[in-house]
T-cell receptor, first 117, second 115 residues
Framework: AQKVTQAQTEISVVEKEDVTLDCVYE???????LFWYKQPPSGELVFLIR??????QNEISGRYSWNFQKSTSSFNFTITASQVVDSAVYFC??????????????FGAGTRLFVKA | DTGVSQDPRHKITKRGQNVTFRCDPI?????LYWYRQTLGQGPEFLTY????????KSRLLSDRFSAERPKGSFSTLEIQRTEQGDSAMYLC?????????????FGSGTRLTVV
């Protein structure tokens, strides 16, 4: 069965600190996709990144980087030199193929990040 | 295209009443999803469509919930005989693709309050 665990409920950092958000997933499928989404105080969820199970290359996009390790079933997200605008709830998500066709995505409970000036 | 639109933004209803929400996805997207989010939780899967076909419905969804996507365009989510436990943010999202799984574009949501 699908499961996504974000053990960190809240993290508080001071601006310019680096911060890593943890995500551990469970799946029986060999083909699956992993995602991160950001939900700022305004409320609308924003897609950040997608990774498929066959691509373990780490990715960097500006101050954001993602570390995918199949051996530990983890897909962690690091923000370098955090800024106040990074304050939001971040969700990790897992998508598996369904027998009915298409894919079903489930979300973790989220990690609330506070970045203080 | 202006993204995923949901209507209404807020709905307050009395317990026992029926409510209907509408979602207009990005026009090129053939997949449409409904999720529910309560305070402090992640989005919870309700159902999804590929074009007009409803491919899966969550087992958590009671028979009071029904969703449609006629002609594979907009979608509606109806809740019959609302209960206080139905109070939540109802999120609609769409994504492209027939193969694989792609990032969602979410709407702003409909906040339902059952009194």
């Amino acid at each position: 069965a699908q499961k996504v665990t974000q053990a960190q409920t809240e993290i508080s950092v001071v601006e310019k600190e680096d911060v890593t958000l943890d995500c551990v997933y469970e799946t029986r499928d060999t083909t699956y996709y992993l995602f991160w989404y950001k939900q700022p105080p305004s409320g609308e969820l924003v897609f950040l990144i997608r990774r498929n199970s066959f691509d373990e290359q780490n990715e960097i996009s500006g101050r954001y980087s993602w570390n995918f390790q199949k051996s530990t079933s983890s897909f962690n997200f690091t923000i370098t030199a955090s800024q106040v605008v990074d304050s939001a709830v971040y969700f990790c998500a897992l998508s598996e193929a369904r027998g009915t066709g298409g894919f079903k995505t489930i979300f973790g409970a989220g990690t609330r990040l506070f970045v203080k000036a | 295209d202006t993204g995923v639109s949901q209507d209404p933004r807020h709905k307050i209803t009395k317990r026992g009443q029926n409510v209907t929400f509408r979602c207009d996805p990005i026009s090129e997207h053939n997949r449409l999803y409904w999720y529910r989010q309560t305070l402090g939780q992640g989005p919870e899967f309700l159902t999804y469509f590929q074009n007009e076909a409803q491919l899966e419905k969550s087992r958590l969804l009671s028979d009071r919930f029904s969703a449609e996507r006629p002609k594979g365009s907009f979608s509606t989510l109806e809740i019959q005989r609302t209960e206080q436990g139905d109070s939540a943010m109802y999120l609609c999202a769409s994504s492209p693709g027939l193969w694989g799984s792609y990032g969602y574009t979410f709407g702003s949501g409909t906040r339902l309050t059952v009194v």
